[in-house]
């Protein structure tokens, strides 16, 4: 893999973007690489692409400079995608992508076919940030650089608990923790703090939500009226999934909820028996082993009937399952 400073050689203009729905992972990675060609290469313009990231990334240095909308016909020599899978997730920066003279792509997901130019591609790894900091110089990693990959490392590692984790991970984070970041306030404020509504609906969903496959599968749901009823969108739905997983005897969780009429997302995670990516990527989506997701339409009952009769299957073709 190259390092930043090849990958910029004869750079003057650069645009990065990351994922719909952009999570704390894409956020972290999109603005610790920004913050990083700001500070060390003054000489060339670059400019960061992203859709509505939440307030709970506020503590990143010059988040405010974030693009939500493009405005000008602009033709960057270079675009670099952090934590985008495929080239249909890239948000609102898809036809910079296509217009750019050459693109890198930046990532950690096992189902990223290469979309890019370049891909600097590590399934393995449990973040984008973590891919980042490697093609970095880690002696420049300030402390505005340092908050940005943290919060994307303790996104995407659940707080360093999920077995991507390495040793490598953790060396990192104590790396970045030399610079003096607020490490205990990113991890509540980002990652643990619920408002009560956000609170309130998980309640509702693990309240209602249903067991199968002798308990080895969870599903939990919310509809558009009862979103509607609460007022939440899709961002305040974070960490429910993960609840869900965490009850004793389940190997996979689905949550879905309906972002229009009869149209759902689904996020599924998983505890090792079962491929999750997988599934998603049957389904037209992706994601990691552990952790995936797709969009769905029919209605709330075919897709976890459909998502469900394929996690069957996977139980199905390991010995004595079914
Ligand atoms: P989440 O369930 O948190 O939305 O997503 C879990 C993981 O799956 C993330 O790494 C995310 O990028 C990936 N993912 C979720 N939905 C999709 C999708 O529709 N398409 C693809 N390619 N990846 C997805
Ligand atoms: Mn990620």
Not at 8 to 31: A, F, Q, W, Y
Not at 114 to 135: K, P, R, T, W
Not at 173 to 189: Q, V
């Amino acid at each position: 893999m190259k390092n930043i400073a090849e990958v910029l050689e004869n750079v003057k203009t650069v645009g990065i973007g990351g994922h719909i729905r952009p999570d704390g992972d894409c956020v972290g990675s999109c603005m610790a690489l920004y913050l990083y060609i700001r500070t060390y290469f003054p000489e060339i313009d670059v400019d960061v692409y992203l859709d509505n990231p939440k307030p709970i990334f506020g503590h990143i240095d010059r988040i405010d400079d974030i693009k939500t909308e493009i405005k000008e016909d602009i033709r960057y020599d270079l675009f670099i995608t952090c934590d985008v899978s495929a080239r249909d997730r890239i948000a609102l920066a898809g036809d910079l992508f296509e217009k750019a003279s050459r693109t890198v792509c930046i990532d950690h997901h096992i189902s990223n076919p290469g979309f890019a130019d370049e891909n600097h591609i590590q399934g393995e790894i449990s973040s984008c940030c973590e891919v980042l900091y490697g093609i970095l110089d880690p002696q420049k990693v300030t402390l505005p650089i340092a908050t940005a990959i943290y919060t994307g490392m303790i996104h995407d590692t659940g707080v360093f608990q999920y077995s991507s984790t390495s040793p490598e991970t953790m060396r990192i984070a104590g790396e970045l923790m030399k610079t003096g970041i607020p490490f205990n306030k990113i991890i509540d404020e980002s990652f643990y703090q619920k408002t009560y509504l956000q609170n309130q609906v998980m309640g509702r969903v693990l309240a209602e939500s249903i067991l199968l496959q002798n308990g080895k599968c969870i599903v939990g749901y919310l509809r558009r009226k009862d979103m509607d009823f609460y007022g939440v969108e899709g961002s305040d739905l974070d960490g429910i999934v993960s609840q869900l997983r965490l009850t004793r005897g389940v190997e996979v969780a689905i949550f879905l909820y309906e972002t229009e009429t009869q149209t759902f997302k689904v996020s599924l995670r998983s505890n090792g028996k079962i491929d999750v990516s997988q599934i998603a990527v049957f389904f037209g989506g992706g994601g990691h082993t552990r952790a995936a997701g797709c969009d769905l339409q029919g209605s709330m009952y075919d897709v976890i009937n459909n998502i469900t009769a394929e996690i069957e299957k996977q139980f199905c073709e390991e010995p004595k399952q079914c």
